[in-house]
């Protein structure tokens, strides 16, 4: 059973950075896509970023297009989000997530696309 565990989430002022990892483990990670997703309480999970199996593209929501920053080391097994630019509004709990896919430049927007999911890293933004 494929694993993920996010860290390097916590508490920063607005304007900081934070950068968060996901390690996977059990999985031949080159063949996975994978994304990034955050929820808020109440609300629904939203998208935040996504890159293909190969880390060649990479897709954002409008929300962090610019700020944030997603890449992987299939090497090591890990996909980061650098959080630039923090703002309170990006407070959320966030989840990396896997599915497997055989083209190397597709990704994937939807959670729906995806059957693996970290257990959430918390991130707080303050004013």
């Known amino acids: 059973q494929v694993q993920l565990v996010e860290s390097g989430g916590g508490l920063v002022q607005a304007g900081g950075s934070l950068r968060l990892s996901c390690a996977a483990s059990?999985?031949?990670?080159?063949?996975?896509?994978m994304g990034w997703f955050r929820q808020t309480p109440g609300k629904e999970r939203e998208f935040v970023s996504a890159?293909?199996?190969?880390?060649?593209?990479?897709y954002y929501a409008h929300s962090v297009l610019g700020r944030f920053t997603t890449s992987r080391n299939n090497a090591e097994g890990t996909v980061l989000l650098q959080m630039n630019s923090l703002k309170p509004e990006d407070t959320a709990v966030y989840y990396c997530a896997a599915t497997h896919s055989s083209t190397g430049s597709s990704y994937y927007i939807r959670g729906s696309d995806y059957n693996t999911w970290g257990q959430g890293t918390q991130v707080t933004v303050s004013s």
């Open positions: 890159i293909s199996t190969s880390g060649g593209t990479t």
């Open positions: 059990r999985l031949n990670f080159g063949m996975y896509a």
